[in-house]
Structure formats: structure tokens, C-alpha cells
């Protein structure tokens, strides 16, 4: 998947929790949010007002997106979405996630569904 059919893909599927996501769709869209956030933080301080409403708003947009390809993407790996409330538990909680994210998906179909790499 490309960088542009991953942004398509996140914001076309924004309430989709159900289904696969493969690493490439994740990564790009993570890629993505954190440059329009970071982005968004400049902004803030270029304007002066350095009260951080433009990068919450874009936080506020994307959070059922993130959500979503967040549990696409553990659903890939055989997992649960619901593994990503592991992500409210500081710092090991995160690392879980991360280390989940990375490992390359089940070969063929799962219980979430068709492998997304499959031709």
C-alpha cells in the first residue's frame, strides 16, 4: 500500500474496527498523523497564541481513525482490538503495542478476516 492509499484508506475507514490492516497501512498512516501534527504544533506557535488549539483539533479528528487502524492492524497479527487498551498502562503498555504493531501479519485468512497482502 502507498502512502497515498493509506491516508484514503484511514480516513475512508474511520469507524471501521473490523477487518485487517498490513504494516505498510499502519506505518504510513502513523507517518502521516504525526507530520500533520507536527505541522499543526508550528502553526500553533507561529501564530503566537502557542495555546496548542489547532494540534488539539487534529488530535480530536483523528482519534476514532487511529483507534480504528490501531485495531485493523492487531487484528492482522491474530489479536484482539481490545489489546489496545493495554496502551493505558504508561510506558509498557505502549511497547506491547509497538512490538505488536511491527510483527508481520497472519499468513492468509484469520478469524478477522482475508490477508490484506493477498493478491
Avoid at 477487518?19 to 507517518?31: K, N, P, T
Wanted: glycine share 12%; proline share 4%; with cysteine.
Amino acid at each position: 500500500m502507498t502512502f497515498t492509499e493509506a491516508i484514503k484508506s484511514g480516513f475512508s475507514n474511520y469507524v471501521n474496527f473490523t477487518g485487517r490492516a498490513a504494516r505498510s497501512e499502519f506505518w504510513y498512516w502513523a507517518l502521516f498523523t504525526f507530520l500533520v501534527g507536527l505541522v499543526a504544533n508550528v502553526l500553533d506557535y507561529g501564530v503566537g497564541s502557542g495555546n496548542g488549539l489547532i494540534g488539539e483539533l487534529w488530535s480530536l479528528a483523528t482519534l476514532l481513525p487511529n483507534l480504528a487502524v490501531g485495531a485493523r492492524r492487531l487484528h492482522d497479527t491474530d489479536r484482539s482490538g481490545f489489546w489496545l487498551f493495554l496502551g493505558l498502562l504508561p510506558i509498557i503498555g505502549w511497547i506491547v503495542l509497538i512490538v505488536w504493531w511491527c510483527f508481520k501479519g497472519t499468513p492468509g485468512p484469520n478469524q478477522h478476516g482475508a490477508d490484506p497482502l493477498a493478491a
